[in-house]
């Protein structure tokens, strides 16, 4: 099945800083999702993004099929931000696989 | 409601005992998958449904796991004899069809088996 990897695992930054999660990916892929895990345990949906960019505010992704990675974007980071970022990724009809996660902690 | 909804948010049981998880998904999605989440670790797949059938329950550690979606709509994640490395958040997520569209998660069921 397809690999997914996420980088850095662990991210620690201040208030106003912006940061870059990198999710490489092994095989071609029809789902490539991006999640905020909160502190609370709840796994919000952030960008699907197969392929091409999108923006939410704050925050962006982009992922370049081709190459076989996907970025996300962080601008203006703010505590509320903190928690641990999952990559998920699936190839045909498979099943969706998890990276292990980006843990980031947002200091005042 | 309009999200993906699991009950209990929390269960705790012995060791031993028989637990039934639920999930209600989004109305209308046609897909539903069932995901393990230990502490520290991201979600492991576990099995998933296309309307009532069973597509892929590769992901179920052994027989003590099962899982049905009778009507097509709620399913149940049903664990017998359960054990303590049995503890762990279980996640259930919709989509609206199986290949090109995004997973929707609930909020999960904590499992503490003491």
């Known amino acids: 099945g397809i690999q997914v990897e996420q980088s850095p695992p662990d991210l620690i930054l201040q208030e106003g800083a912006n940061s870059t999660l990198r999710c490489n990916f092994s095989d071609s892929v029809n789902n490539l999702q991006w999640f905020h895990q909160n502190p609370w345990g709840q796994l919000i949906n952030l960008f699907y993004?197969?392929?091409g960019t999108k923006q939410n505010g704050r925050l962006s992704a982009t992922t370049v099929a081709t190459e076989r990675y996907s970025l996300l974007y962080i601008s203006s980071s703010q505590t509320t931000d903190s928690g641990v970022y999952f990559c998920a990724a699936k190839a045909g009809a498979d099943k969706l696989i998890f990276g292990t996660g980006t843990r980031l902690q947002v200091f005042p | 409601g309009a999200g993906v909804s699991q009950s209990p948010r929390y269960k705790v049981t012995k060791r031993g005992q028989d637990v039934a998880l639920r999930c209600d998904p989004i109305s209308g999605h046609v897909s539903l998958y069932w995901y393990r989440q230990a502490l520290g670790q991201g979600p492991e797949f576990l099995t998933y449904f296309n309307y009532e059938a069973q597509q892929d329950k590769s992901g179920l550690p052994n027989d003590r796991f099962s899982a049905e979606r009778p009507e097509g709509s709620i399913s149940t994640l049903t664990i017998q004899r359960t054990e303590q490395r049995d503890s762990a958040m279980y996640r259930c997520a919709s989509s609206p069809t199986g290949a090109n569209s995004p997973l929707h998660f609930g909020n999960g069921t904590r499992l503490t088996v003491t």
């Open positions: 993004i197969p392929s």
